[in-house]
């Protein structure tokens, strides 16, 4: 007995270490530092980082993103949306606008809700030797989700703040969805200003990082940077709504269906081919269609769990739209939680009881969870009508963690009859079902079990019991459910849940 409470002891110890190493997301974020060099006071200068997460399929998700910059001149922007799935990325813009001369230093802090990796620190430096006489507004430029092939546009205002004219000014993108109309602006004389406009035209879904560059004839002055951010998440073409499915929480064996709509916004037809995560629960009702323009087809999406866990899928919609060729959407469920209660007998045999005469036998309710149940129980008799509880019975009531009960069950037979039926244990976790078996006798016995139980017809009534969201105790078990204290108890479950 001690060497098997040795070895639990070691599997809980393995076990507990390899889920608090592997049961949620590793990321990343790309680079580890940032210098972003000598900045104007006044402008601008922006710096992208990559996260990215890199755990396997399967994984949790990353879906809470915090910075905590050091100082107020630099700011930190996610491009994209929420949550990151495991294999991908975000890119997350750091704007440094300093606001006096000298050298800026910091570091930023990303936190996350991963248990095993709250937060990472990025350290930053700058400097600010220089005023320009120019000065742009606004700092910095989001344009928010447009779609693929249309545009979106706002204004830039350009003002020399110097005392002498600024000359040959030029202004150019980096990127070149993003286009400028700068016919109005080659010269500023003192204290005057013009305004320019800058379009966002995407060609394709995904995230826009870059920015503006905004170059005169000074010996002491280099570019003036405005950042921009823009994203496009929907395209002209192909239509897929929603792009997540979160299916909740799904008992082992029953399965839950979700819709999903795939419509074409284009002018021509659309050959559309529909994949799931291998060896994931997550199907869909149609593999391969095609769409004419304008026409949407409505599928189901299915998630039917076998074991317990935390499931989190893709569904990908591959079609030959030009702009959009491929559109992931995620799929995550959940089973149910862990049963809270164990109990014995999980068989309750009342044996050959004298006709007209009631025998009761206790039930054992053990709470070996950490939270308080609240635990509801039944009878349903299946041959014959002879198991009851007590009038005295309390049939609803609640379980602290720790608490054990004792339920006395009764058995009153008034024929010579094979008797069956189940008491059913309810809690917010599951249902559990314990097989009632005895049989009227006319002899003085009381509460003899026959050497095997006697055979039941007519439905129900079965050897053993079944358990919705939790395993079945086992012989040996409930042997020991008899003899030690509620601690041996929570250890097994714990046992055979992680063997």
């Known amino acids: 007995m001690k060497l098997r409470a040795i070895i639990i002891g070691l599997i809980i110890t393995l076990s507990l270490f390899i889920f608090a190493s592997n049961g949620f997301s590793d990321w990343s974020v790309s680079p580890a530092s940032i210098n972003f060099g000598d900045v104007p ?32 001149q630099v700011k930190a922007t996610l491009v994209g949306a929420l949550p990151i799935y495991p294999g991908e990325s975000r890119v997350v813009a750091v704007t440094f606008t300093p606001t006096t001369r000298g050298n800026y230093s910091g570091e930023l802090v990303i936190v996350t809700n991963d248990p095993t ?30 779609p693929v092939g249309t545009s979106k546009y706002t204004y830039l205002t350009i003002k020399n703040n110097g005392t002498s004219n600024a000359q040959n000014i030029r202004i150019s993108s980096s990127n070149s969805e993003i286009t400028l109309d700068t016919t109005a602006i080659s010269t500023l004389t003192p204290g005057e200003s013009r305004t320019i406009r800058v379009t966002f035209t995407p060609t394709a879904r995904g995230n826009y990082v870059g920015e503006i560059l905004i170059l005169y004839e000074s010996p002491t002055t280099p570019a003036i940077t405005v950042p921009f951010i823009g994203t496009s998440s929907y395209g002209t073409g192909i239509d897929v709504s929603p792009t997540s499915i979160d299916f909740g929480t799904v008992p082992v064996g029953l399965s839950k269906d979700d819709v999903l709509r795939v419509g074409n916004n284009g002018n021509s037809n659309l050959n559309v081919t529909i994949t799931t995560t291998t060896g994931m629960p997550f199907t869909v009702s149609k593999s391969s269609f095609t769409l004419r323009p304008g026409q949407v087809e409505t599928l189901i999406v299915n998630f039917s769990p076998t074991e317990k866990g935390f499931y989190v899928g893709a569904l990908t919609v591959v079609s030959d739209d030009i702009n959009t060729p491929k559109v992931v959407v995620s799929l995550i469920g959940n089973t149910e939680a862990e049963f809270g209660l164990t ?4 068989i309750m045999n009342f044996g050959y009881v004298q006709l007209n005469t009631s025998y009761e036998r206790m039930l054992r309710l053990y709470n070996v969870s950490s939270n308080i149940v609240n635990v509801s129980m039944s009878i349903q008799n299946i041959r014959g009508s002879a198991f009851s ?26 024929a010579i009859f094979n008797y069956s039926g189940f008491l059913y244990i309810t809690t917010n976790t599951g249902t559990a079902r314990i097989s ?23 439905g129900g009534g079965g050897g053993g019991c079944s358990i919705s969201g939790t395993r079945e105790a ?19 479950k714990l046992y055979r849940k992680i063997r």
């Open 389 to 414: 509880f007590p009038s005295s019975v309390i049939t609803s009531f609640s379980m602290i963690p720790g608490e054990m009960r004792q339920i006395p069950v009764k058995f009153t037979p008034t």
């Open 41 to 72: 006071i006044g402008t601008s200068k922006t710096v992208t980082l990559t996260i990215t997460n890199t755990n396997a399929p399967g994984g949790a998700n990353i879906s809470t993103i915090e910075f905590y910059p050091s100082i107020s």
């Open 343 to 346: 109990f014995f007998p999980t």
């Open 436 to 458: 009632l078996l005895g049989t009227g006798s006319e002899t003085g016995t009381v509460g003899l079990e026959p050497q095997n139980p006697p055979p039941s017809s007519g």
């Open 474 to 492: 086992s012989a040996f078990g409930n042997a020991i459910l008899m003899f030690l204290p509620v601690i041996a108890i929570a250890l097994r």
């Open 117 to 146: 990796k709250p937060s990472t620190s990025i350290t930053f430096t700058g400097t600010s030797n220089y005023t320009s006489a120019l000065s742009v507004s606004p700092t910095s430029i989001n344009f928010g989700d447009v």
